[in-house]
T-cell receptor, first 109, second 120 residues
Framework: GQNIDQPTEMTATEGAIVQINCTYQ??????LFWYQQHAGEAPTFLSY??LDGLEEKGRFSSFLSRSKGYSYLLLKELQMKDSASYLC??????????WGAGTKLIIKP | GAVVSQHPSWVICKSGTSVKIECRSL??????MFWYRQFPKQSLMLMAT?????????EQGVEKDKFLINHASLTLSTLTVTSAHPEDSSFYIC????????????????FGPGTRLLVL
């Protein structure tokens, strides 16, 4: 079967760095997405990785290793507004998105 | 770019009535739109994939006669919850894929703001 694993919840301190991991087992691979979802709101797109390596976008970076079935989202200089759920999703060989359950990130002052 | 709107954002209705939710891509053409449902503190659940001009593809366990989907144009898809019941109360979110852009934008789903449905 297809499976996406990410931690259920993480806690970090304002100003610090946090890394949210995602491992996946899917039938085929056409890219990995990270979305941010604040409570009560719809997800917003953060990043897309289809090749191995690190993609940096401001305070957020996303890394992919296809051979390991592994990705992480790195958030630097954490702000209180970064408190949200972070969803990892993989596009399989049928171009269907397989969603992880999300990681709830709690930022403490 | 890549803005998706949904209307209405909130619906409260009586049991047995039908509710229509609209999803529009405002600044791009979306050959494919997706409808999700999300219960509190749970993950997104894909309900159906909607392709412009053809019948929607429903996920297992989703009743197509209860959740009617129409994707009549490249910028509009509608979801009608027929004969809504309290157990249909949920957060309904649509997303759209931009068919015209480069690789990244072609694969990325952009989400609407969601519609909260409360059936009394």
């Amino acid at each position: 079967g297809q499976n996406i694993d990410q931690p259920t919840e993480m806690t970090a301190t304002e100003g610090a760095i946090v890394q949210i991991n995602c491992t996946y087992q899917t039938s085929g691979f056409n890219g990995l997405f990270w979305y941010q979802q604040h409570a009560g709101e719809a997800p917003t797109f953060l990043s897309y990785n289809v090749l191995d390596g690190l993609e940096e976008k401001g305070r957020f970076s996303s890394f992919l290793s296809r051979s390991k079935g592994y990705s992480y989202l790195l958030l630097k200089e954490l702000q209180m507004k970064d408190s949200a759920s972070y969803l990892c999703a993989v596009m399989d060989s049928n171009y269907q998105l397989i969603w992880g359950a999300g990681t709830k990130l709690i930022i403490k002052p | 770019g890549a803005v998706v709107s949904q209307h209405p954002s909130w619906v409260i209705c009586k049991s047995g009535t039908s509710v229509k939710i609209e999803c529009r891509s405002l600044d791009f053409q979306a050959t494919t739109m997706f409808w999700y449902r999300q219960f509190p503190k749970q993950s997104l659940m894909l309900m159906a994939t909607s392709n412009e001009g053809s019948k929607a593809t429903y996920e297992q366990g989703v009743e197509k006669d209860k959740f009617l989907i129409n994707h009549a144009s490249l910028t509009l898809s509608t979801l009608t919850v027929t004969s809504a019941h309290p157990e249909d109360s949920s957060f309904y979110i649509c997303s759209a894929r931009d068919a015209s852009g480069g690789t990244t934008t072609q694969e990325t789903q952009y989400f609407g703001p969601g519609t909260r449905l409360l059936v009394l």
